[in-house]
């Protein structure tokens, strides 16, 4: 296994050490790039893919934990380990509390050591990652749930507000869901709305924000789309639908409400989500309605 | 047995006659559907299916009722019941070959294969069969 390193570090002589005591190990390979500032590591960041970021808190252009910090802004999804000059426990702790995996003290490398450290540190961060994602991902589905949901949608929502652009909001209910699971088991209910999410994630775009928020109720959140939009994208999820009705036997709908944030306004979640499922309900007994009288029509000719 | 045969889904629940007449009429069957034993009584007499599909819990003219009042008939198409556990020996005690029984929840082939033999072993005779 190769493990991409960026070393944010400006004495070259620590680098050096760091470096060579890395190519010795037996434990895994490590490819190290370096650099001397914050404002460097933002670029090579950008340009290729890191497993861990190693960083001296005291740089030409930052000093302290604000350099935590501030390597945090620019890699949030990467674990930080520091490298410091000081034998101090209390810096130490203070250092993982602001969100490092770990700390090293500089000339202290015993061989293998610091090859298993990084190795750890890369394996826990990534642990935490997955039981983090676990408590705002839907398990059966892979969607946010609703907490997952109110957390990115959130920020999504305020995003749109800065930039002036509105929001839609789009909330889905399977139809004859609990018809479904009593005459075709659950098993098949479960197999019913991984059909919907995987629908809703070839419907919308990767930046939209999806999610199963309870039993068989969906909601997505779309920003930068206006009013216009809703119609013809209700329409493609349809036919999505549709699509794998023949291998799936059975006809599989949902109904659909939406609610627009327009950029002069400042639009609550709640509210979007809540208005969102007042036009879901409507539009389902209006389409119920038209099915009776359908059917009554067609008992009196 | 011709998948074009017609079917009469019988059940009070909309989402449940829906999801049955949607599978029926994806497999190529020809599907009527009534939402209640009254409207149940006239689809027979003026659709004359080939076979019905019947819930058993309705209110009004139930699924027991409808099957007491096909009994004494001299036509009359075989009945697949769909429902329960809870229904199976009662329905058992009919002891009427043309009367079969699904337990829910059932798998799609499961029913189809059942449609089938129904459609297949119809003895009865029919009134109907030239049409």
Redesign the interface.
């Known amino acids: 296994v190769t493990f991409g390193v960026l070393l944010i570090e400006d004495n070259l002589g620590d680098a050096r050490m760091f470096e060579e005591i890395l190519a010795d190990s037996t434990v895994a390979r490590f490819v190290v790039t370096r650099v001397d500032r914050l404002a460097e590591a933002a670029n090579r960041l950008a340009e290729a893919r890191f497993d861990v970021v190693v960083l001296d808190l005291n740089l030409p252009d930052s000093r302290g934990l604000d350099t935590l910090r501030r390597a945090h802004t620019l890699a949030p999804g990467l674990p930080i380990l520091i490298l410091t000059g000081t034998d101090d426990d209390a810096y130490g702790l203070a250092a993982l509390r602001a969100g490092a995996q770990d700390y090293v003290v500089k000339g202290r490398y015993a061989p293998d050591r610091l090859a298993v450290t990084l190795r750890f540190a890369i394996e826990r961060h990534r642990l935490l990652q997955a039981a983090r994602a676990e408590t705002l991902l839907d398990s059966l589905t892979g969607l946010y749930n609703r907490r997952g949901f109110l957390d990115v949608a959130e920020r999504q929502l305020r995003h749109a507000e800065r930039a002036g652009v509105p929001a839609l909001l789009l909330f889905l209910d399977v139809?004859?869901f609990?018809?479904?699971?009593?005459?075709?088991?659950?098993a098949?209910g479960d197999l019913a709305l991984t059909e919907v999410a995987d629908a809703l994630r070839r419907t919308f775009r990767g930046t939209d924000v999806l999610a199963r928020l309870a039993g068989d109720e969906f909601a997505v959140l779309s920003t930068g789309a206006g009013p216009a939009i809703a119609g013809p994208l209700v329409t493609r999820l349809a036919a999505t639908l549709d699509q794998a009705?023949?291998r799936r036997?059975?006809?599989l709908t949902v109904s659909v409400g939406s609610a627009v944030c327009e950029p002069v306004e400042r639009c609550s979640l709640e509210q979007l989500l809540e208005r969102a499922d007042r036009d879901m309900y409507e539009n389902k007994r209006r389409r119920?309605d038209a099915?009776a009288l359908e059917?009554a029509e067609r008992?009196r000719e | 047995v011709s998948r074009r045969a017609r079917i009469l889904v019988v059940d009070d629940e909309d989402t449940t006659r829906l999801l049955i007449s949607g599978i029926l009429e994806q497999a190529g069957y020809r599907v009527v559907s009534a939402a209640d034993g009254e409207a149940a009584l006239l689809a027979i007499e003026a659709e004359r299916p080939a076979l019905i599909t019947l819930d058993l819990w309705m209110p009004g003219v139930d699924g027991w009722e409808i099957l007491d009042w096909l009994a004494q008939r001299a036509w009359r198409p075989p009945v697949l019941v769909v429902s329960g556990i809870s229904a199976r020996q009662r329905v058992e005690r009919l002891g009427r070959a043309d009367v079969d029984y699904l337990e829910k929840p059932f798998t799609i082939d499961e029913l189809l294969r059942r449609c089938e033999r129904l459609l297949a072993e119809r003895s009865a005779p029919t009134s109907d069969d030239g049409r």
């Open positions: 139809d004859g609990k018809a479904i699971n009593d005459n075709l088991g659950h098949h009705r023949e036997r059975y006809p119920q099915a059917a008992r």
